[in-house]
T-cell receptor
Framework: KAGVTQTPRYLIKTRGQQVTLSCSPI?????VSWYQQTPGQGLQFLFE???????NKGNFPGRFSGRQFSNSRSEMNVSTLELGDSALYLC?????????????FGEGSWLTVV | AQKVTQAQTEISVVEKEDVTLDCVYE???????LFWYKQPPSGELVFLIR??????QNEISGRYSWNFQKSTSSFNFTITASQVVDSAVYFC????????????FGAGTRLTVKP
C-alpha cells in the first residue's frame, strides 16, 4: 500500500512569491492534515481537510490556505512568502478506527525562502 | 489546553545500551490519544504507536516498549539494546477526542546511538 506522497520534496522560493505543495494521502484515507516544522517552533498544526471541507484550522495567518479535491488529494498554498516560512511542511493521512485515529505522515516538502 | 513536554533534548548512548525517552502531557479531556513518532534525517515522521487514554496497558513491540501512566501523565518510550539505526529524533504527541488531527507535539528528543 503506497504511503503518503508529497511533492515537491525540495524547493526554493523568493520572498513575496507564492508556493503550492501537493499531498496524496494513503488510498482510502479521506482526511488530510498539514503541519509546519521549524527549528524554533517545532511541529505545528496548520489545517485539516475531510471530504473537501476544512474541518479544523491551526493558528496561522490567512496567507496559509489549503484545499482538498474529490479524490482526497490536497494542496496547500502560501502566498506572499516570508523568510520565516522556511520550513518542512508535512502532510498527514488519517485512518479512523473504532478506538481512534491513526495518523501517517509523508516525507514532507522542504521549503526555503530566500 | 493540551501540551506535551519532552524534557530531554538530546541523548547519546552506545550501541546495545537501553534508553528511555520521557514524555509528559497535559490535557483537560478525559478521552485523548498519545503517539510516538520517529523522524530520521529524511524528514518523514514514522508512526510507532498510538495509545488511547482508556487503555493503560503497557506495550512491547520487539525492542520497543511503552509505559503509559495516567497518574503521572507520562507516556515513556524505552528502546532495549539500542542500535545505530535507532538514531533519529523522536516525538511524542497528544490529540484530544473530537480534535483528533490537531496533534500537539513535544519538542522532540534527538537520540544518537554510537557504535
Amino acid at each position: 500500500k503506497a504511503g503518503v506522497t508529497q511533492t515537491p520534496r525540495y524547493l526554493i522560493k523568493t520572498r513575496g512569491q507564492q508556493v503550492t505543495l501537493s499531498c496524496s494521502p494513503i488510498s482510502g484515507h479521506r482526511s488530510v492534515s498539514w503541519y509546519q516544522q521549524t527549528p524554533g517552533q517545532g511541529l505545528q498544526f496548520l489545517f485539516e481537510y475531510f471530504s473537501e471541507t476544512q474541518r479544523n484550522k491551526g493558528n496561522f495567518p490567512g496567507r496559509f490556505s489549503g484545499r482538498q479535491f474529490s479524490n482526497s488529494r490536497s494542496e496547500m498554498n502560501v502566498s506572499t512568502l516570508e523568510l520565516g516560512d522556511s520550513a518542512l511542511y508535512l502532510c498527514a493521512s488519517t485512518v479512523s478506527g473504532s478506538s481512534g485515529n491513526t495518523i501517517y505522515f509523508g516525507e514532507g516538502s522542504w521549503l526555503t525562502v530566500v | 489546553a493540551q501540551k506535551v513536554t519532552q524534557a530531554q533534548t538530546e541523548i547519546s548512548v552506545v550501541e546495545k545500551e537501553d534508553v528511555t525517552l520521557d514524555c509528559v502531557y497535559e490535557t483537560r479531556d478525559t478521552t485523548y490519544y498519545l503517539f510516538w513518532y520517529k523522524q530520521p534525517p529524511s524528514g518523514e515522521l514514522v508512526f510507532l504507536i498510538r495509545r488511547n487514554s482508556f487503555d493503560e496497558q503497557n506495550e512491547i513491540s520487539g525492542r520497543y516498549s511503552w509505559n503509559f501512566q495516567k497518574s503521572t501523565s507520562s507516556f515513556n518510550f524505552t528502546i532495549t539494546a539500542s542500535q545505530v539505526v535507532d538514531s533519529a529524533v523522536y516525538f511524542c504527541a497528544l490529540s484530544e477526542a473530537g480534535n483528533n488531527n490537531d496533534m500537539r507535539f513535544g519538542a522532540g528528543t534527538r537520540l544518537t546511538v554510537k557504535p
